[in-house]
Each structure stands twice: as C-alpha cells, then as structure tokens.
RNA sequence: GCCCUCGUAGCUCAGUCGGAUAGAGCACAGGAUUCCUAAUCCUGGUGCCACAGGUUCGAUUCCUGUCGAGGGCACCA
C-alpha cells in the first residue's frame, strides 16, 4: 500500500471516531524538509474550528489516537501551528521494493481514468511546409501525454488533424505550378501570398519529373495534380520526421473528409453539423453568411461559418471536427495548440458547449520555442536559417536530448533551446545525467554477474541488508513515483516526470559513490543490487513516458547522436 | 482599447487544492578516483518570489489594480 493511503486511511477513521469530518482542503505530502518526517498532513489547522480546540490541541489528540492503531507509523509528531508529521517504519519502505520488482515495467501504473477514452490530437500542422521546432515541442508533449494517460488506465487514441481543404491548399497547388512553370522557361510571376520554401521547388521538379507531359493537360488539371502531389509528399515527410522524433498518432484525420460528400444530394460532415445547429437556433443566416451564436456562450461577436461568397471557415471545419470526434465516442478530448491559437480556445470551447460537451474539451496551449545557438538567437523566420527545421535540430542534437528538454518545462512558459547546450553530452545537460544514472546501474549488474552475485529477492533477507539511511532515502523517492504519474497524468504535465528523474538519478549517483557495492560482502552486495535494480527499473519507466531511451551502455548514446550529426554539418 | 499566458538566485527553470527557514541545475571557487564508468560525488551564497492592496490561522500560490515580456482580438488561416 502507498504511503499516503495509508496515512490517509488511519486519519479518516480517527477522525471518524471523534465525529469529524474529512476537510476540503485537507492535503497529505511529503513535506519540504526531512527533519519533518516523510508525510505531513494539515488537516487540524482546518478542523481546529469545528473541534472546539486549538489546532495543536487537536493534533495532539490525533497524534495519540494514530500511535496506538497505525503499527506502520514509527513516529507521529505535531509541529508547527498543528501539523502532523508521521515517520513510517522501515519496514514499511523496504516493503516498496517488492512492489517495484513484481511491478517491473508497469511500475507507476494505475486504474485513475478508469478506461475512460480520451482523444489527444496534436501538431496537427499544415501540409504545406516541412515541420519546424515549435512543432516537435507539441509532438513530444502530445505523445508524453498520451503515454501518461495510458500508464494511468484512459483509453486513449492520437490524432493528427490534416488541413487538406481550404484556401491554403490551393495556394499551395499554386505555389507548386508556378515553380513547375518557371522552371520549364514558361512564363510566371511571384504570387502575391505563396510558398517560397525551397522544398518546393524539388516538388515541381519531381512532379515534372513523373509528368513530362503535364504541360498538355488543362491548366485544372495541372494544377490537381501539383497540388496532390504536393500535399502527398510534404505529409510523407512530416510522417517520417515525426517517426524519427518517436511519435506515431493512431489516426491522421482528413478535414477534406468532412467537407466531401458521398454522392450527389448527400450531405456533408460540415452540412450535417450546420443543420444541427440551425435545428437548435445556435446558428442563423445573415447577410448571405451563416453565423454562429457564439454570444450565447460568452464570446463577445457571433462568429462566421460560411462566408457570403459560399467558403467555409475553418471555424466550421472545426466545430464539424470536434462534433465527429464526440460522435466517435469520445469522453473526453485534448487539442494541442499553438500559443499563437489561444484567441480561438474560448471560441471553441463555446462551440463544444453547444454540442453539449461542456467541459469535454481541454485545450493546451504551448508556448514558442525561441532556437539559440551559444546564447544567441537563430532566425527562424528567414529561409537560409539552417536549423529551422525539426529534422535538422533532430539531427543536431538527438531525439532523446531533444524530447527529454521540450518535457522538462512547462508547456505554457516560452522556452529557450540553445542548440549546443542541449547537444553537449556534460553534466549541463540533464538527459544524459538521468540515461547515466540507468546504464551506471547496468554497468554494476554486468560485473556482479561476472563475479556471480545477483541482485536479491525482496525479503526480509535483503531488507536486513538495507538499513541504512541512505538505503531508506532510496526506497523513499521509489515510493513516490506511482503520485508523481498520476499527477502528471491529471495536470496534464509531463515535466513533472522529468523533475523527479532528475532526482531520482542523482539520489543513485550519490548513492553510487558512497556505498561501494560489489566490495560489500556477498550478502549485502546482493541487497544493494536489489535496491539499485529497483532504481533502474523506475528510471526506465520514467523515461518511457517521456519516450526517451533508457540505454544499458552510454557508449551506444554517444554512438547514436554522433552518427545523427554527421550528416548535418554545423553552421 | 479589450482578452489570454507569463514575471521566482547572475543564467535556465521547478515549486503539489494556500503550509513550516522558497529549491534544483548551470556558471564561479575549493576538494574527492590503489576499488563497481569522474558523463560522477562532496563543500561553499545568492533572493523586495515584478510592484501595491485585499481575502485568512497562514499567500510565491487565490482576488483586484499597476508595471514589464510575449501572444490574441477578421465574412484570415
């Protein structure tokens, strides 16, 4: 059982025997300082009131009423203005490192989302350019998460919601068309808003390439066939950067498919939706557009479904988008976005309202990514900038050192990535502290096999071995990382992973150094190996789900990122 | 003008539903290796928690206002 529970358990029902309620705001934690013990609850500075006694009065009650019922507690202590502070037996800690080993891979996992379905849709980037860097900040916290609430029993299902309709995608059919021309010597002038990106002008060449005979088709035509080839190609290439980025979404969701119809006089997705709410006077004409009353739902203007030229919004998209995926069973979905999008939540949220899924909808908005090269600012915006592109800074610096810094923040502050800091393989650079930490223990159980030592079963045997306040400190920081999941999984959090990683390495680094373990004596060797197995195997479960390796052997991570470099020659 | 996010050590950032003397890494200085990987460890100090009020037993945390940074306010995407 978990530490907390348990302490909450023996609280509840001393508080029950003297006719108290369990407070609101009651909270249990380790708190701040070990000198306190190992959890803390504060729940006699809320109920002193309704007690008739002053808190560390009514503390000093509780703490006697728990010394005689809860035989894991070895000291209760009231502290301060009335808090309690319990200490737990060893025992009770030791006991920990059973659950971690029979738990191995799945350690942390709970049954929190009771299998609720959550869709998580994220990068959902326009296919009109390669992916830049802002985008893998959203694809490493949109795979995180979905790994998190799957470690925390949500059914969940990854989307990329693909932009092929609209606007853009005739300006990039155009875009493709015009370079085709020019490079065949035809006539073309610059459009006035059009994509420039070098990329594609390799797309004209090599639908040219595939259609020698294009400049005999009629220029519709022409332009379909650019325009397909375009979106085709660019998708694959976002397809295969996001797979070198360890991302993969069950589902890539065409926006296309919700303005087509099956046959003629069939509906669309998006008709379907605007008969919807008309029905329910949520939508109405005017002006030659159809509008959406999203005043009903705290906007300050209704807002624009269909323009009068007959064009649809992506705010119609949007809304159809949103009512399929409720359609498709979801309970509960979880967009991320660009910060540059956050006028739009409310908005959105207000059309989920009217879909009647209040509250259904949880938009997550991550801040810009500012790309620095030893301190200083890298361009983005201009094309000769090398690294604009995710592949290159992939390339650059790695997957794993990449994903384990965009999760080691919180998404909605900006964030600075210093190409060469997080490229260093130093102590500056936490991905590789935390990966040390997992080989470093490996190394050990290499030589202790050598030298036939394996690590101990859990038992009393091995906890005899384990005494030590250093051993204990250890099985502490294992105990907490089952909340540490579950509450990255509620706040929709993954940095606070990262966070406890952190901790949890150098509690083995220190520890590494400290205490020599293959010199200790047979017994205690097989203890320690025990303990340290425990460390790795929750080092790795960490990892994974910010989904960034847990390597056996450093060298293999030197190897890797080196061979990435290669190709891409520095600036 | 209105709205959103942010403001914590020299730098990059944590800080749990409001808790006890506000933390980590980097940078800087000194030390540790006959022994499991020194990609490591140990020892040093630094704060008007942007500012001013309010709420209460208690505020970095919640509320209001001010200042500062970024972003958003279309029959744009």
Same mark, same amino acid.
């Given at each position: 059982?978990?530490?907390?529970?348990?302490?909450?358990?023996m609280?509840?029902?001393?508080?029950?025997?003297?006719?108290?309620?369990?407070?609101?705001?009651?909270?249990?934690?380790?708190?701040?300082?070990?000198? *306190?013990?190992?959890?803390?609850?504060?729940? @006699?500075?809320?109920?002193?009131?309704?007690?008739?006694?002053?808190?560390?009065?009514?503390? %000093?009650?509780?703490?006697?009423?728990?010394r005689t019922r809860a035989d894991q507690l070895e000291?209760?202590?009231?502290?301060?203005?009335? *808090?309690?502070?319990?200490? *737990?037996a060893?025992g009770f800690?030791?006991?920990?490192?059973?659950?971690?080993?029979?738990?191995?891979?799945?350690?942390?996992?709970?049954?929190?989302?009771?299998?609720?379905?959550?869709?998580? %849709?994220?990068?959902?980037?326009?296919?009109?350019?390669?992916?830049?860097?802002?985008?893998?900040?959203?694809?490493?916290?949109?795979?995180?998460?979905?790994?998190?609430?799957?470690?925390?029993?949500?059914?969940?299902? @990854?989307?990329?919601?693909?932009?092929?309709?609209?606007?853009?995608?005739?300006?990039?059919?155009?875009?493709?068309?015009?370079?085709?021309?020019?490079?065949?010597?035809?006539?073309?002038?610059?459009?006035?808003?059009?994509?420039?990106?070098?990329?594609?002008?390799?797309?004209?060449?090599?639908?040219?390439?595939?259609?020698?005979?294009?400049?005999?088709?009629?220029?519709?035509?022409?332009?379909?066939?650019?325009?397909?080839?375009?979106?085709?190609?660019?998708?694959?290439?976002?397809?295969?950067?996001?797979?070198?980025?360890?991302?993969?979404?069950?589902?890539?969701?065409?926006?296309?498919?919700?303005?087509?119809?099956?046959?003629?006089?069939?509906?669309?997705?998006?008709?379907?939706?605007?008969?919807?709410?008309?029905?329910?006077?949520?939508?109405?004409?005017?002006?030659?557009?159809?509008?959406?009353?999203?005043?009903?739902?705290?906007?300050?203007?209704?807002?624009?479904?269909?323009?009068?030229?007959?064009?649809?919004?992506?705010?119609?998209?949007?809304?159809?988008?949103?009512?399929?995926?409720?359609?498709?069973?979801?309970?509960?979905?979880?967009?991320?976005?660009?910060?540059?999008?956050?006028?739009?939540?409310?908005?959105?949220?207000?059309?989920?309202?009217?879909?009647?899924?209040?509250?259904?909808?949880?938009?997550?908005?991550?801040?810009?990514?500012?790309?620095?090269?030893?301190?200083?600012?890298?361009?983005?915006?201009?094309?000769?900038?090398?690294?604009?592109? +995710?592949?290159?800074?992939?390339?650059?610096?790695?997957?794993?050192?990449?994903?384990?810094?965009?999760?080691?923040?919180?998404?909605?502050?900006?964030?600075?990535?210093?190409?060469?800091?997080?490229?260093?393989?130093?102590?500056?650079?936490?991905?590789?502290?935390?990966?040390?930490?997992?080989?470093?223990?490996?190394?050990?159980?290499?030589?202790?096999?050598?030298?036939?030592?394996?690590?101990?079963?859990?038992?009393?045997?091995?906890?005899?071995?384990?005494?030590?306040?250093?051993?204990?400190?250890?099985?502490? +920081?294992?105990?907490?990382?089952?909340?540490?999941?579950?509450?990255?999984?509620?706040?929709?959090?993954?940095?606070?992973?990262?966070?406890?990683?952190?901790?949890?390495?150098?509690?083995?680094?220190?520890?590494?150094?400290?205490?020599?373990?293959?010199?200790?004596?047979?017994?205690?060797?097989?203890?320690?190996?025990?303990?340290?197995?425990?460390?790795?195997?929750?080092?790795?479960?960490? +990892?994974?789900? +910010?989904?960034?390796?847990?390597?056996?052997?450093?060298?293999?991570?030197?190897?890797?990122?080196?061979?990435?470099?290669?190709?891409?020659?520095?600036?």
């Amino acid at each position: 059982m978990k530490a907390k529970q348990y302490f909450e358990e023996m609280l509840r029902s001393a508080l029950t025997e003297r006719a108290l309620p369990w407070p609101e705001k009651a909270v249990i934690e380790p708190p701040r300082e070990r000198k *306190f013990g190992d959890y803390s609850a504060n729940v @006699c500075m809320l109920l002193a009131g309704a007690a008739g006694m002053k808190p560390r009065e009514l503390a %000093e009650a509780l703490a006697a009423d728990l010394r005689t019922r809860a035989d894991q507690l070895e000291r209760v202590e009231v502290a301060g203005p009335g *808090f309690l502070n319990v200490t *737990f037996a060893p025992g009770f800690w030791h006991g920990i490192l059973a659950d971690v080993q029979a738990a191995g891979a799945a350690y942390g996992a709970s049954d929190l989302g009771r299998g609720q379905r959550v869709q998580v %849709e994220y990068v959902s980037a326009n296919p009109t350019g390669p992916l830049h860097i802002g985008h893998g900040r959203g694809a490493a916290l949109g795979d995180s998460l979905a790994r998190l609430l799957k470690k925390t029993g949500h059914q969940v299902e @990854c989307e990329y919601y693909v932009n092929d309709a609209g606007r853009q995608m005739r300006i990039l059919g155009d875009s493709v068309w015009l370079r085709l021309r020019q490079l065949a010597g035809r006539q073309g002038e610059d459009l006035e808003d059009f994509y420039r990106g070098e990329y594609i002008k390799d797309i004209a060449a090599e639908v040219y390439r595939q259609n020698p005979d294009i400049f005999e088709q009629p220029e519709n035509t022409a332009i379909d066939i650019c325009f397909s080839h375009a979106v085709a190609d660019i998708l694959g290439g976002i397809q295969k950067d996001l797979a070198d980025f360890r991302v993969g979404h069950d589902r890539w969701f065409s926006e296309k498919s919700l303005v087509q119809t099956d046959g003629p006089g069939a509906l669309s997705k998006v008709d379907e939706t605007f008969a919807d709410l008309l029905a329910r006077d949520l939508a109405y004409e005017e002006d030659g557009a159809l509008w959406f009353r999203s005043t009903n739902f705290g906007d300050d203007k209704d807002r624009v479904l269909r323009k009068s030229s007959g064009e649809l919004t992506y705010f119609a998209s949007d809304i159809s988008y949103h009512h399929d995926k409720f359609q498709r069973g979801f309970d509960r979905v979880i967009d991320i976005w660009g910060a540059d999008h956050h006028g739009y939540v409310s908005r959105m949220q207000g059309a989920v309202e009217a879909l009647g899924r209040k509250g259904a909808l949880q938009v997550i908005l991550v801040q810009l990514v500012s790309l620095l090269k030893d301190g200083e600012q890298v361009a983005m915006s201009t094309r000769a900038g090398k690294f604009e592109t +995710l592949s290159d800074v992939v390339a650059y610096v790695g997957t794993d050192a990449a994903r384990f810094l965009f999760l080691s923040r919180k998404s909605d502050s900006q964030l600075e990535f210093d190409l060469e800091l997080v490229r260093r393989k130093s102590m500056d650079n936490p991905v590789f502290y935390v990966q040390y930490a997992h080989a470093r223990v490996y190394s050990m159980l290499a030589k202790a096999e050598l030298a036939g030592i394996r690590p101990a079963s859990p038992g009393p045997a091995a906890y005899a071995g384990l005494a030590g306040v250093d051993d204990l400190e250890v099985c502490r +920081l294992l105990e907490r990382f089952p909340d540490v999941v579950a509450q990255a999984a509620e706040q929709l959090a993954p940095h606070q992973v990262s966070h406890y990683l952190s901790e949890l390495a150098a509690a083995l680094h220190r520890y590494y150094s400290k205490h020599h373990v293959l010199s200790a004596g047979p017994e205690v060797a097989a203890a320690r190996l025990l303990l340290l197995s425990c460390v790795a195997a929750t080092l790795a479960a960490g +990892l994974d789900l +910010l989904g960034v390796e847990a390597p056996e052997r450093m060298d293999q991570v030197v190897e890797q990122t080196v061979e990435d470099a290669t190709g891409e020659a520095a600036p």
